[in-house]
């Protein structure tokens, strides 16, 4: 058996124990949203937090998937305001004891073409960084603007800069400024953005705010 053969198999079992690990997951999820109504409990705080667990299910097990096939980028037309809050609503979840106001302004009734599964898994890994630049109180905003036959999404936040002699190497592919990052969140990003047809960038970086760019591609109106 080849080395990549052999990589293939284990990669196949591997996912095969994560899924199974999941649908418990998603099993007690459900178990637990039957309780609160049994019990007549109404938590927004629990409702989201079981809504993040249940997409975060689904993101991973597409994922897996994904693992099945080197050409995996799917596009699909969906709402981009829709997709967009639905990121946000789930980075919530690593704000956690930070004081972090969450600012968004989407544009309506803009239709782009991504891959739904990628492009969450590229914006949420941006908020999830913006959030960890914040020690403990700070402001992220998330905006959107029609411009042609490209929606520009700008995600800022207020938190500690980027040193300027590593920006050039944010996207490079095992770079990270992390302890236990493994320098692909990024490199990944940028790949599946341009995969898509889109791409991301580091606006700026500064004592004000950081500031990244993606931009995605608005499809044409059906005649």
Same mark, same amino acid.
């Given at each position: 058996?080849?080395?990549?053969? $052999?990589?293939?198999?284990?990669?196949?079992?591997?996912?095969?124990?994560?899924?199974?690990?999941?649908?418990?997951?998603?099993?007690?999820?459900?178990?637990?949203?039957?309780?609160?109504?049994?019990?007549?409990?109404?938590?927004?705080?629990?409702?989201? %937090?079981?809504?993040?667990?249940?997409?975060?299910?689904?993101? &991973?097990?597409?994922?897996?998937?994904?693992?099945?096939?080197?050409?995996?980028?799917?596009?699909?037309?969906?709402?981009?305001?829709?997709?967009?809050?639905?990121?946000?609503?789930?980075?919530?979840?690593?704000?956690?004891?930070?004081?972090?106001?969450?600012?968004?302004?989407? %544009?309506?009734?803009?239709?782009?073409? /991504?891959?739904?599964?990628?492009?969450?898994?590229?914006?949420?890994?941006?908020?999830?960084? %913006? /959030?960890?630049? &914040?020690?403990?109180?700070?402001?992220?905003?998330?905006?959107? &603007?029609?411009?042609?036959?490209?929606?520009?999404?700008?995600?800022?936040?207020?938190?500690?800069?980027?040193?300027?002699?590593?920006?050039?190497?944010?996207?490079?592919?095992?770079? $990270?400024?992390?302890?236990?990052?493994?320098?692909?969140?990024?490199?990944?990003?940028?790949?599946?953005?341009?995969?898509?047809?889109?791409?991301?960038?580091?606006?700026?970086?500064?004592?004000?705010?950081?500031?990244?760019?993606?931009?995605?591609?608005?499809?044409?109106?059906?005649?």
């Amino acid at each position: 058996m080849s080395e990549n053969s $052999t990589i293939q198999q284990q990669a196949r079992h591997i996912g095969h124990e994560i899924r199974n690990q999941l649908s418990i997951c998603d099993i007690y999820s459900e178990i637990i949203k039957k309780h609160l109504i049994k019990e007549n409990i109404n938590n927004p705080s629990i409702d989201n %937090a079981l809504a993040c667990i249940q997409n975060a299910v689904k993101l &991973i097990g597409n994922n897996l998937i994904d693992l099945k096939s080197l050409d995996n980028i799917i596009l699909h037309v969906c709402d981009s305001k829709k997709l967009l809050s639905a990121c946000v609503e789930m980075s919530r979840v690593y704000i956690q004891d930070k004081n972090i106001d969450v600012i968004t302004d989407f %544009a309506d009734n803009v239709l782009i073409n /991504v891959d739904e599964n990628k492009f969450q898994g590229c914006l949420i890994n941006i908020l999830k960084n %913006a /959030v960890e630049a &914040i020690d403990k109180k700070g402001t992220i905003t998330v905006k959107s &603007i029609a411009d042609d036959d490209k929606l520009k999404i700008n995600i800022s936040n207020t938190g500690s800069p980027i040193p300027k002699n590593i920006q050039n190497t944010l996207f490079d592919d095992g770079f $990270t400024t992390k302890k236990t990052g493994s320098g692909i969140g990024l490199y990944l990003c940028k790949k599946h953005l341009e995969d898509m047809n889109g791409s991301v960038s580091l606006v700026r970086s500064d004592t004000t705010c950081t500031e990244f760019e993606i931009t995605v591609y608005i499809p044409p109106l059906a005649e």
